[in-house]
């Protein structure tokens, strides 16, 4: 397979929902790294998609680099929550055809505030639970 098949692969893998093809194009050791996340797991790094991927509304592709054992993806991230559109840019190591790293660029500040939101609602669900008050 070509950096291109491989890299596609995963990407296409990641965006519908399917961890076990995105994780066969990974090899070991792994590395993935993005402004809320660092990861040695392939399957690790994507423990949270079920959640991300039910906020996602679509992906568009803006431009795709490739060389022999590297590739960048720059794409849009459109999603049903208050951060809206995402602009994303992914870079990919390849070693013997499988992606060794991965890392992951965006403008985490409006994630963290929506994860800061997600919190203190947790929070105070937990704390109106344990004094039997629904929440």
Same mark, same amino acid.
């Given at each position: 397979m070509t950096t291109s098949d491989v890299v596609r692969g995963y990407h296409e893998a990641r965006f519908r929902g399917d !961890?076990?093809?995105? !994780?066969?194009? *990974?090899? @070991? /050791?792994? &590395?993935?790294?993005? /402004?809320?996340? &660092?990861? =040695? =797991? /392939? @399957?690790g790094h994507l423990a949270g998609l079920p959640a991300f991927l039910s906020i996602v509304t679509g992906v568009r592709l803006l431009s795709e680099l490739y060389g022999p054992d590297e590739a960048t993806l720059v794409y849009d991230v459109h999603t049903a929550s208050p951060v809206g559109t995402q602009r994303t840019a992914e870079h990919f190591?390849? @070693?013997?055809?499988?992606? @060794?790293?991965? *890392?992951?660029?965006?403008?985490? *500040?409006p994630w963290q505030a929506l994860r800061s939101a997600v919190v203190a609602g947790q929070a105070v669900r937990s704390v109106a639970g344990q004094h039997g008050v629904a929440g």
């Open positions: !961890v076990a093809a995105a !994780v066969a194009l *990974t090899a @070991t /050791p792994f &590395q993935f790294s993005s /402004p809320m996340l &660092q990861s =040695d =797991d /392939p @399957t190591r390849l @070693t013997g055809g499988l992606i @060794t790293s991965i *890392t992951l660029i965006f403008d985490a *500040t």
